[in-house]
């Protein structure tokens, strides 16, 4: 009989899922090195389910990890990893299994995940246990030492963080991924500015960031889809790069089909990370 037992992620410390997590992505395509602190703060922004996720144990140490976040009849599975040492054992399908059994059991009536395009074993995975392709997603990134970006006519004014949400729902062409959702954004407010553009006088687009001394990660991008993307997003970036200059640049996940994509090609951004969006209908 197998040695390895599936448990609820809630019987397990932050520090233990911290450790475990480390162990199994050490070897993974994008870097990746959290601490506990860091575990507690996105079971929060994501509304990770700790009893509904799970952990994989072999005689007393954590070998895998699976999460699976919850917003009404929603869900969203991320963080699954096992260590090198426990892999070709199947522990990762038993804890997808795992994951979509509870999801079912809440009443879930989908469930999405993302899986980097090159990672085709997870990839093989996620479609063996039902999952489909939906759309690609992209990271955006401008380095410190790119070249400036042309300075516009049109500059940004700072506003209160919370303000651009009564535009959120208009502003977005393309449904956010779950780390860009309103839930999501909201709660990284305390740890963000926003600004706003406008043109001939009206309310053109807004960008929402968090800044560190040598980068700049923007966390939402809105438009007004009625002036025309290209017309508001390329101001809205040329001024954001000119509060920030010669720092880093970069957005997570943004649709391919969105014409943000085009814009950011066209100021040179390049893209970082490839992932595919993926569906299970429950």
């Known amino acids: 009989m197998s040695p390895i037992k599936l448990h609820p992620a809630s019987r397990a410390s932050f520090e233990a899922r911290a450790n475990c997590m480390n162990a199994a992505y050490a070897d993974y395509m994008i870097p990746l090195h959290v601490d506990a602190d860091q575990i507690a703060l996105m079971d929060l922004l994501y509304d990770v389910d700790v009893d509904a996720s799970v952990v994989a144990e072999d005689r007393g140490r954590l070998v895998g990890m ?6 009404g009849e929603r869900g969203w599975i991320s963080g699954v990893g096992t260590v090198p040492a426990s ?28 899986v980097i395009s090159d990672n085709e074993k997870a990839h093989c995975l996620y479609r063996s246990v039902g999952f489909i392709d939906t759309r690609e997603l992209l990271t955006w990134s401008l380095p410190a030492d790119a070249d400036a970006l042309p300075i516009p006519q049109e500059l940004l004014h700072e506003v209160k ?3 651009p949400f ?7 062409r393309e ?8 839930e999501t954004l909201l709660r990284m407010l305390g740890h963000a500015r926003a600004y706003a553009l406008e043109l001939d006088g009206n309310p053109a687009a807004y960008v929402i960031v968090s800044s560190r001394s040598d980068s700049v990660s923007i966390l939402d991008v ?6 025309g993307v290209a017309r508001t997003g390329r101001p809205l970036l040329q001024a954001l790069s000119r509060l920030h200059p ?13 014409p943000l994509s085009r814009v950011l090609a066209a100021l040179r951004f390049h893209v970082t ?8 209908p429950l």
């Open 87 to 114: 892999r070709r054992m199947g522990i990762a399908r038993r804890m997808m299994a795992a994951l979509i059994g509870n999801a079912r059991a809440l009443k879930l009536g989908q469930i999405t995940l993302e």
């Open 246 to 258: 010669g720092q880093a640049m970069r957005i997570l996940n943004v649709p391919a089909d969105d």
């Open 66 to 71: 699976a999460l699976l976040s919850r917003r």
């Open 161 to 163: 963080p919370e303000a």
């Open 222 to 227: 809105g438009i007004n889809t009625e002036m």
């Open 273 to 280: 990370v490839r992932q595919w969006e993926m569906l299970l």
């Open 166 to 172: 009564a535009h959120f729902e208009a502003w977005h």
């Open 175 to 182: 449904p956010p991924s779950w780390q860009r959702e309103r």
